[in-house]
């Protein structure tokens, strides 16, 4: 898009959200809402990561805890269903992966450039108890 | 609903109590600030109002002059009539904010009781504050006296609110020498007042939850230059008419005639000085006199209008005379005073040749005596009589010690 001069844009430091009134905004998803050019939702960040998280539905227990702690709301449910990773905005922090309490987690770091079917192909095994308690110490 | 409050048609009131009647009569609906000396009056009498029922708004005891204006500033974005009062340190402190208030493009009205600032700390008026403003990209006002520090709160008000402007103002006034000197105040009633000030009119507010929007956003080299750049053709080309609307409006509701550039004997005047604050009272006074006892034609050029920067206004006003002194009430620091240079750069391509000098005086709030007036006069005559200046460029006035002048 053409970006506009110095006189073509509303004042202030300002930015709309969406184009347009809004009602009920809350319960609207994401994809149906009627997002402005400016609103960060239509830019993206995937640059600013070097790790990038992957999930592994397989172990996934839908307990929504990367859902809520993620702070960049990258991380995509739908009926209370992890579905998967925003990577337009998801920033690499790997909140998400800290925070899953599966075993072996569903969601696990990997650098950027790293092939998700390798990635799941060579995801860890359960860790036994015993083994997870020596680890601890 | 707020009481009204009964005035007299004159009531004797210092610069801070015309200021904070004035706030009250404008029903803010945000007053968020730190006390410091001498505003400090304005915010305790508008606490006062508050307490006793005359106000509906809310008043903010912040935690320094920094958060003062950071709450005017989301009380402004959210979308309320919003003011406050400060001076020196406490306006240093509140620069940085006063940047984000402009660039934001939302109105606050700011009364600046101007006074030096330290080191060594010192609590009396100069105008090294307002100066320090200077490029904030805020409208400033200056009022000379507590009738003017009253009556420009309204239209500070009117032109900061105005949905073409939609810039910050601030409304100077002399620190103790206004603030602090009870004069007969011609009042407006609460209801005339507010009636001039009219209804706030909210723009891009937070609190409109249909349309959401984010207030204070990072650009950088894709858009930065832009915003910058609306927010100078707005102070330059649209604030001085709104200004000159508003006072028309308010010549009409009170009889009191304000001007951009406040020109007094300047009609054959060969000589002038050009100064703020409560000093262009005092060079009045003088200009008669130099007129009436030495023959000398002397003329007072008083800046109503700091920021935008009146350029046009001063050409025109100064286009016939012979010499004219620049009164700068603050420290420059290593370089001419801030008059001098601006208006030399306003004569400088005209056809005007005036000798210009500049004058440092009344530092930390030093007297400027009606003697100083009457020995910067006669140079300036002589200034005029030689065609060049007899004088160094800048010299200070009513210090103590061997002279001090430069260039």
């Known amino acids: ?137 | 609903m707020a009481d009204t409050m009964e005035l007299r048609d004159i009531e004797v009131w210092d610069g801070n109590m015309a200021a904070s009647h004035a706030l009250r009569q404008a029903q803010v609906d945000v007053v968020a600030a730190y006390p410091i000396t001498p505003s400090t009056p304005i915010v305790e009498n508008y606490a006062n109002f508050t307490a006793n029922g005359y106000v509906d708004g809310e008043f903010v005891m912040t935690e320094s002059e920094h958060g003062a204006m950071s709450c005017c500033i989301g009380a402004a974005a959210a979308g309320g009539r919003v003011a406050t009062a400060t001076s020196s340190q406490g306006f240093a402190l509140m620069v940085e904010t006063l940047y984000s208030a402009s660039g934001m493009r939302l109105p606050i009205v700011l009364n600046v009781v101007n006074r030096a600032l330290g080191a060594p700390l010192n609590v009396n008026g100069d105008h090294s504050d307002m100066y320090l403003g200077r490029d904030s990209g805020w409208i400033q006002l200056d009022a000379y006296c507590p009738q003017e520090a009253y009556d420009m709160n309204f239209i500070a008000f009117r032109v900061t609110e105005d949905h073409d402007v939609r810039l910050p103002a601030i409304v100077n006034q002399d620190g103790f020498m206004t603030s602090h000197t009870a004069q007969g105040v011609k009042t407006l009633s609460d209801e005339v007042a507010y009636k001039f000030v009219g209804e706030y009119k909210p723009m891009n507010d937070m609190l409109d939850l249909d349309h959401p929007v984010t207030h204070g956003v990072q650009t950088e080299e894709d858009w930065h230059f832009e915003h910058k750049a609306r927010q100078q053709h707005a102070l330059m080309t649209i604030v001085i008419p709104k200004i000159e609307a508003a006072f028309a409006d308010f010549e009409k509701l009170t009889g009191r005639k304000y001007n951009i550039v406040e020109t007094y004997n300047m009609e054959d005047a060969e000589v002038a000085v050009v100064c703020m604050g409560t000093s262009v009272e005092t060079a009045r006074e003088v200009a008669v006199e130099m007129r009436e006892q030495h023959g000398i034609k002397a003329g007072v050029i008083g800046i109503r209008v700091f920021r935008p920067w009146p350029l046009q206004q001063i050409a025109a006003a100064l286009k016939d005379v012979k010499a004219v002194g620049l009164l700068d009430r603050s420290s420059p620091h290593g370089a001419m005073g801030t008059l001098y240079n601006e208006v030399s750069g306003a004569l400088f391509n005209t056809d005007t040749k005036a000798v210009l000098t500049n004058y440092i005086y009344g530092l930390g709030g030093r007297d400027l005596t009606k003697a100083h007036l009457t020995a910067i006069f006669k140079e300036l005559k002589a200034n005029a009589d030689a065609g060049k200046p007899t004088t160094p460029l800048q010299q200070y006035i009513g210090l103590r010690g061997p002279k001090l002048s430069f260039f």
Not at chain 1, 34 to 39: E, K, L, R, T
Not at chain 1, 43 to 58: G, T
Request: proline letters at 6%.
């Open chain 1, 1 to 137: 898009m053409e970006k506009k001069g110095w006189d073509g844009f509303e004042i202030g430091a300002m930015l709309r959200s969406f184009d347009g009134a809004t009602q009920d905004i809350a319960t609207t998803l994401p994809e149906n809402r009627p997002y402005s050019q400016s609103n960060s939702f239509t830019a993206s960040v995937a640059d600013w990561r070097i790790e990038k998280p992957l999930f592994n539905k397989e172990y996934c227990i839908d307990c929504q805890f990367c859902w809520i702690y993620c702070p960049d709301m990258s991380i995509i449910s739908r009926d209370k269903k992890m579905v998967g990773i925003d990577f337009d905005h998801c920033k690499g922090c790997g909140i998400c992966v800290q925070v899953c309490p599966t075993n072996p987690k569903s969601l696990l770091m990997f650098p950027e450039q790293k092939d998700e079917e390798a990635a799941l192909a060579e995801w860890p095994k359960k860790e036994k108890k015993a083994d997870a308690e020596v680890k601890e110490d």
